[in-house]
Nanobody, 119 residues
Framework: QVQLVESGGGLVQPGGSLRLSCAAS????????MAWYRQTPGKRRELVAS???????NYADSVKGRFTISRDNAKNTVYLQMNSLKPEDTAVYYC?????????????WGQGTQVTVSS
């Protein structure tokens, strides 16, 4: 069964750090550009960071310089290192293929992992 499992979220104070992980099942992971997304209530899911099969990365302006996306193809896992967290980073974070490139190969969306930045 193809699925994504996100983990690593939690409650952190402003300025703190978290590392999110996303494990994918199934084949083909290494060929896909992968991405992290986030969503807050009442808003559309937004792309936060993406990484190509060749490890090229792109970031939303709001997280550039603070977040780092990486991948381990041997483990079918993509990571998001989040530093200097701000309250506006509070959201449920999801991973999936970069739907701008691989929409036809998107995994079913996982449960996501909640990140709350608050003092």
């Amino acid at each position: 069964q193809v699925q994504l499992v996100e983990s690593g979220g939690g409650l952190v104070q402003p300025g703190g750090s978290l590392r999110l992980s996303c494990a994918a099942s199934g084949s083909g992971f290494s060929m896909y550009a992968m991405a992290w997304y986030r969503q807050t209530p009442g808003k559309r899911r937004e792309l936060v960071a993406s990484i190509s099969s060749g490890d090229s990365t792109n970031y939303a302006d709001s997280v550039k310089g603070r977040f780092t996306i990486s991948r381990d193809n041997a483990k079918n896992t993509v990571y998001l290192q989040m530093n200097s967290l701000k309250p506006e980073d509070t959201a449920v974070y999801y991973c999936n293929v970069d739907v701008r490139v691989w929409s036809a190969r998107a995994y079913p969306w996982g449960q996501g992992t909640q990140v709350t930045v608050s003092s």
